[in-house]
């Protein structure tokens, strides 16, 4: 079967650090993977999505960036984190486009203090 | 671009009765495909429910069903004999048939009442 495992769980960082939140995925080859930020109480808003290696298409530039070194991770990062990064984020994964449901990973809550 | 609309910000419901949560995309393309997806307090992210956009028949799945308009681009979701674990967030979303990346409206919060 497949898992998605995504860490940290929860993470506190002051404006202007540099941020790096991993994913991996076990049990499958070739996902589709992506990359989430939920603002408190409101829906999820898509950041980025890569459909192999190296192939990163991002949805909202700001200051983020993803990268995927490996099939099967895929890494959301920063140089300079803002107030406005707060949030909770969310890696999921899914075989191929069409009707394959994405699969979710537990979540991470930053916090920009 | 792709949107997905759910209007109710936040819904109640007694326990064992039937709720309707409300969606609706906007999109020029003819075959998708549509989920529901439910978040409980623990902020899992669970797969309620899918629609093929070519299929007349709507989706059921034990006490989740849909009413699938497509003409409308109506999406709703029905919950019948709701039960306290069903008190969640409910997200609604897309996804072309071509695409790759899947598009979530901004969600209902559902508390079902004891």
Redesign the interface.
């Given at each position: 079967s497949q898992t998605i495992h995504q860490w940290p769980a929860t993470l506190v960082q002051p404006v202007g650090s540099p941020l790096s939140l991993e994913c991996t995925v076990e049990g499958t080859s070739n996902p589709?993977l992506?990359w989430?930020r939920q603002a408190a109480?409101?829906?999820?808003q898509?950041l980025f999505?890569s459909?192999g290696i190296g192939q990163i298409?991002s949805?909202v530039p700001q200051n983020l960036s993803a990268s995927r070194p490996q099939d099967r991770q895929f890494i959301l990062s920063s140089k300079k984190l803002l107030l406005s990064d707060s949030g909770?984020y969310?890696c999921?994964w899914?075989r191929d486009?069409?009707?394959s449901?994405?699969?979710?990973g537990?979540?991470t809550r930053l916090t920009v203090t | 671009a792709q949107t997905v609309t759910?209007s109710q910000p936040e819904m109640s419901v007694q326990e064992a009765e039937t709720v309707t949560l409300s969606c609706t995309y906007d999109t020029s393309e003819n075959n998708y495909?549509l989920?529901w997806y439910k978040q409980p307090p623990s902020?899992?992210?669970i797969?309620v429910i899918?629609q093929?956009a070519y299929k007349q028949q709507n989706a059921t799945e034990n006490r989740f069903s849909v009413n699938f308009q497509k003409a409308a681009k109506s999406f709703s979701l029905k919950i019948s004999d709701s039960q306290l674990g069903d008190t969640a967030m409910y997200?609604c979303?897309f996804?072309?048939?071509?695409?790759?990346?899947?598009?979530?409206?901004?969600?209902t919060?559902l508390t079902v009442k004891p």
């Open positions: 589709n992506y989430y109480g409101r829906g999820l898509l999505y459909v298409s949805e909770f969310l999921a899914s486009r069409g009707n449901p994405l699969h979710f537990n979540g | 759910q495909y989920f902020r899992q992210m797969l899918r093929e997200f979303a996804r072309g048939m071509g695409n790759n990346d899947m598009r979530f409206g901004a969600g919060r």
